[in-house]
């Protein structure tokens, strides 16, 4: 809910001094200063803001104060600037109404400060977006620039504005701004060659010269170092609080926000460079033959520079500083100039420069924020002119700003007077004419085109023949005279002949806002404002872009011999223009008010604010405003806030608001001619009859807060009282819930509890009993069990006991055996009749029936084997079985001729063709062919011959040409004869008397001794069938060879390698055999 106040809660002293009471100056001072005070620096004069200079920064300026201010009433909060903008503001956007804000006040007052906060408030509660915001900020940022360029620090302000400034800013339909026009007036040029002590020249002469970069300053030909320029006066430089350099580059960036380009910004520093150049050129006389003085530059080097700057031809200018082309009609005379005169141009030169560069500025940056669409904006204008100025000694620029003051005053009062006629017409209120004090008579004896002063100076500048200040002012007198405002020693009124506060060369006019005296010496120069046409075509020749568009007068193609219009005219004329201008919109003013001349905060200086409440005609304002009612209000606010005054009003009241503040009135009986109903608003006459209802009201609220109070602390008790009960019903009942809960609870435990310790216990006292009942029928079972089982073998013992170990036995050997064989089937050891594994035996009662089962395994594997053979490998086996019989254990050779299988036919004789012939003539089947040797009984070496055993005979052939040497029936042999050693010797002993023995018995050897004698016994034994051939294995034997009897004795001799045995002839009856070892 949005809270209603008023400019009357709260206040601090009288925030409208129209509700001053009494109203006297003392009184409206006292009022100023009491609110200055308590940093209440604005105070409203109805619509009027009048604004102390608090000289520091005070925390109301803050976006939430923007905020506050917004969209509210202009009565409604406290006063302030941002009150007046809004109200411009909201009027413009709403109701289509132009407006302008006049600003003024004395220099150092504030005026640009607040022409500042008011674009600062628009900008910040108007429309956004992109293009807006770009308005906006060009709008903002012109400021900077202007103030760099016009504004300088003079004894009274340190950042005061030499120039008067308009500014018209545009909006749309919605109320975003669009664009804007600035107008500048009178720019104080004369500071640009001179200033007074303690003050400065413009600042950006000091900013370029700090804040420049090294480069940008070679680059202008200029030195760092402020005291190198005549133009700059050195007592005050530097400036506290104010960083030039800081300054310089907020300019440049401003200047690049608003759109200047980056080589106009380059030719406008050149320009301020060539002042300063300017300043520093100086003159010498040079001697004529004509008796006067020529001017001459002394020193060339700054001209030259500064024409290098701006390309200018050094010689022209230097020409026209020296002499001075007057034209007349159709003649030129060309005068010398003298070096005052010389300075004189110079200086006017540097003025014209730098004002006319000031315009272009302002035209320069009108170019950028002018609006784009052509279609008609709503205006808000924003005046920023200087204020009435009252100095000791004034002269033409005073002159000029007080009459543009009285031109600011008089349209004041116009227009106040106006709009307060018009609040009256439309509220249907008896018009009662208001006297007040009309300067329209000063402005008269100012700008009357016949008579009036500055017609008069125009016309002395004009005039052939000698003028001077001192012609002027007696043109003054005389024509003057006669005016009530216009005071002069000489004048024709004689009461001033003894006034020595007036000096004869001066005159005095009686402004509105006091008397002020003014010095005429320069008025006539001011007013000419002369620059030597030499100078301007010179500057024309420049080859220098902005320098040319400076100057078009000095264009040689457009010589115009009329005098340029004067300085009065021209102020007069724009001055014209501002004020129409002016007339067309809805005036706001801001009367801005220096509280002291130290620049200091917290002083309120009484004099000095006397003064200026004086000539601001703020005393006049209050009385013009008052003249009819000093107050009003519309119906509504006024009902809302003094109801509570009236039991009918109070606290509601139901009928049209009008009807409401008519009965309140009437209840408190105030006086009829005090008030007077409008359509819209009640008027009222007097401050005293508000501050009486401000003041019942004020009684009445205490009595209101009292009840309001009591109701409210009746109800908070109340409701307090009210809340604790049903809390505490609520808490009863939640406790009981609970408690009984609680207790149901342990009620419930403590029967479970008793029911499971009763339930155990049962339970355990019948698990007891049957315990009990199970363990005796257990016993009596077991015992039933025990006395069977004696009694069952007591009565079978007689059965058990004979057999039982015998049949366990059988039975357990049955197993055994069973197992036995089973084990023995399963590890069966191989099938081959060499194979010697055998199980281990088990049982050692099983010994013998183990070994038996081994040799009847192994004969059942041989006769497995055997079965197997043909009848050829079954004779082998059958001869080696013989040879085995013979042999085993008696011939130690045997063992080795064990695995030599019996091939029989070692020569393959029937398919060798050396025997073929040997072969032929065997008629039986060679059983044996083998190469033997003989041993020769004679010395015991052995002859090889062939060995051939066929079916019936053995026969002997020479083994080279295979003769039969000897074929011996076998019947006729008698028996064999074989060492026991390991030699093939073998003695074939035939029968006595047989065919063969008669060359006696073969001693022989052979390789294949066992299967030669088993051979021959197999088959000696068929062809005798005798059962068998004796076979003598001895170590001693005799042989008979022919007659003799040898006998051949076979002795172990050392072990040879190779070699067999030897046999050797000891004596006719024995050979000796000598058989190695074979160890
Ligand atoms: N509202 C304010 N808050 C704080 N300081 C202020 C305010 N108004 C003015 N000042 C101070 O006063 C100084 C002078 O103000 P300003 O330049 O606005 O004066 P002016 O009236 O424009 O003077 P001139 O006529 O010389 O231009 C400012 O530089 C600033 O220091
Ligand atoms: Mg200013």
Redesign the pocket.
Same mark, same amino acid.
Request: proline fraction near 3%; hydrophobic fraction near 15%; include cysteine.
């Given at each position: 809910m949005e809270v209603k106040t008023s400019l009357l809660d709260n206040m601090i002293g009288v925030g409208d001094m129209v509700l001053l009471e009494p109203l006297t100056e003392d009184s409206f001072i006292e009022n100023l200063r009491n609110r200055f005070d308590h940093n209440e620096?604005y105070t409203y004069i109805g619509s009027v803001v009048i604004?102390m +200079?608090?000289?520091? @920064?005070?925390p109301i300026f803050t976006p939430e104060k923007v905020e506050e201010y917004r969209n509210r009433n202009f009565y409604e909060l406290s006063p302030h600037i941002y009150a007046l903008a809004d109200e411009a503001y909201r009027s413009l956007r709403d109701q289509d109404k132009d407006q302008c804000i006049l600003i003024t006040?004395?220099?150092?007052?504030?005026?640009?400060?607040?022409s500042k906060?008011v674009m600062s408030y628009v900008a910040a509660v108007c429309g956004k977006g992109q293009e807006v915001n770009k308005v906006k900020e060009q709008l903002l940022q012109s400021n900077p620039v202007l103030e760099a360029f016009g504004?300088a620090k003079?004894v009274? +302000?340190?950042?005061? @504005?030499r120039f008067g400034k308009y500014m018209d800013i545009e909006f749309d339909f919605k109320g975003d701004p669009v664009g804007g026009v600035i107008s500048n007036y009178l720019l104080e040029k004369s500071r640009v060659v001179k200033q007074p002590r303690g003050e400065r020249n413009f600042h950006i002469f000091y900013q370029l010269l700090s804040g420049a970069s090294d480069d940008t300053l070679r680059k202008l030909k200029l030195d760092r170092d402020f005291s190198k320029y005549n133009y700059l006066s050195l007592d005050s430089a530097n400036v506290n609080g104010l960083d030039d350099a800081a300054n310089f580059r907020t300019v440049r960036n401003a200047m690049q926000i608003v759109g200047f380009m980056e080589d106009e910004v380059q030719s406008v520093l050149e320009l301020v460079a060539a002042v300063l150049k300017l300043g520093n050129i100086e003159f010498k006389p040079e001697s004529r033959s004509n008796g006067y003085d020529e001017s001459r530059v002394k020193d060339k080097n700054d001209l030259k520079e500064m024409c290098e700057l701006l390309g200018i031809e050094q010689s022209v200018l230097e020409r026209a500083f020296s002499y001075r082309t007057v034209e007349a009609k159709l003649e030129k005379v060309s005068t010398t100039l003298n070096v005052s005169q010389a300075y004189y141009a110079r200086d006017a030169l540097a003025k014209n420069l730098y004002s006319r560069l000031f315009s272009w500025l302002v035209t320069r940056i009108n170019e950028s924020i002018k609006a784009q669409s052509k279609t008609r904006h709503k205006v808000m204008g924003v005046l920023?002119i200087?204020?009435f100025e009252i100095f000791e000694d004034n002269s033409f620029e005073q002159f000029i700003i007080n009459y543009c003051n009285e031109k600011l005053q008089q349209i004041f009062i116009e227009l106040t007077l106006r709009e307060e006629q018009e609040e009256y017409i439309r509220e249907d209120i008896e018009w009662t004419n208001i006297e007040y004090f009309n300067n329209a008579v000063i402005c008269d004896l100012i700008e009357n085109n016949q008579n009036g002063i500055l017609a008069m100076l125009d016309e002395e500048c004009l005039r052939p023949g000698t003028v001077t200040d001192i012609t002027f002012l007696d043109k003054l007198n005389t024509v003057c005279a006669e005016h009530q405002h216009f005071e002069s020693r000489l004048s024709k009124n004689s009461k001033f002949l003894t006034d020595h506060s007036l000096p004869h060369s001066c005159f005095r006019i009686q402004h509105y806002a006091g008397k002020v005296l003014y010095r005429v010496e320069g008025f006539m120069d001011k007013n000419n404002d002369l620059l030597y046409r030499d100078l301007s075509q010179a500057m024309y020749k420049a080859n220098h872009k902005l320098i040319k568009q400076l100057f078009p007068e000095g264009n040689p193609a457009k010589v115009n011999l009329k005098r340029p219009p004067t300085a009065g005219f021209q102020f007069k004329h724009s001055v014209g223009t501002l004020m129409r201008n002016l007339q067309t919109k809805n005036p706001n003013y801001i009367r801005?008010v220096k509280p002291n001349d130290k620049?200091a905060p917290r002083i309120f200086t009484d004099s000095l604010v006397r003064h200026q409440v004086a000539y601001l005609g703020l005393m006049e304002n209050v009385r013009v405003r008052r003249a009819g009612y000093a107050y009003r209000q519309a119906y509504e606010p006024c009902l809302e806030r003094y109801k509570m005054l009236c039991k009918q009003t109070w606290p509601h009241w139901k009928g049209p608001t009008r009807e409401g503040v008519e009965v309140l009135m009437a209840d408190l009986q105030v006086s009829t001619e005090e008030f007077a109903y409008g359509n819209s608003k009640i008027f009222i006459r007097n401050p005293r009859t508000l501050f009486s209802l401000e003041e019942k009201r004020r009684g009445c609220l205490e009595n209101l807060a009292a009840l309001i109070q009591k109701i409210y602390r009746g109800w908070k008790c109340r409701t307090h009282f009210l809340l604790l009960k049903h809390s505490q019903v609520v808490v009863a009942a939640w406790y009981r819930r609970y408690a009984q809960q609680k207790k149901y609870t342990q009620i419930k435990s403590a029967t479970i509890m008793v029911q499971s310790y009763s339930r155990g216990w049962k339970a355990r006292k019948i698990l007891r009993e049957l315990k009990h009942q199970k363990r005796c029928e257990e016993a009596a079972t077991t015992i039933a069990a025990y006395w069977h089982g004696t009694q069952v073998r007591r009565e079978y013992r007689k059965f058990f006991r004979a057999n039982a170990g015998r049949k366990i036995y059988s039975f357990i050997m049955q197993r055994l055996m069973q197992k036995y064989f089973l084990g023995l089937k399963r590890d069966l050891p191989s099938m081959s009749p060499i194979g010697g594994s055998w199980p281990t035996r088990p049982y050692r009662f099983l010994d013998t029936a183990h070994t038996e089962l081994r040799s009847i395994f192994h004969h059942w594997r041989c006769k497995k084997y055997r079965s197997r053979f043909t009848d050829e490998r079954k004779a082998v086996f059958e001869e080696k079985l013989q040879a085995s019989e013979i042999f085993k254990d008696k011939k130690a050779l045997y063992p080795s001729s064990v695995g030599q299988p019996f091939r029989g036919d070692y020569l393959e004789i029937s398919k060798n063709p050396k025997y073929q012939k040997l072969s032929s003539a065997m008629d039986e089947k060679v059983l044996l062919a083998d190469v033997v040797n003989k041993i020769n009984r004679a010395n015991g070496k052995g002859t090889a011959r062939i060995f051939l055993l066929t079916k019936n005979n053995f026969v002997l052939a020479d083994q080279k040409t295979g003769q039969v040497k000897a074929s011996v029936p076998l019947p006729d042999l008698a028996s064999i004869s074989v060492s026991t050693q390991n030699d093939g010797f073998f003695a074939l002993k035939l029968k006595e008397g047989s065919a063969g023995a008669t060359k006696g018995d073969f001693l022989l050897s052979s390789e294949h001794l066992i299967e030669i004698i088993t051979k021959l016994r197999r088959t000696g034994a068929t062809a005798v069938n005798h059962d068998h051939l004796d076979i003598d294995i001895s170590d001693e034997f005799l042989v008979q060879f022919k007659q003799d009897k040898v006998c051949v004795k076979f002795v172990q001799g050392a072990p040879k390698n190779g070699n067999g045995a030897s046999c050797k002839r000891k004596n006719n009856r024995l050979l000796e055999v000598s058989v190695p070892s074979t160890a």
């Open positions: 620096i604004s +200079n608090p000289y520091r @920064s005070l006040g004395e220099s150092g007052a504030g005026k640009t400060e607040a906060l504004n003079t009274r +302000n340190d950042n005061s @504005s920023d200087y204020g801005c620049k």
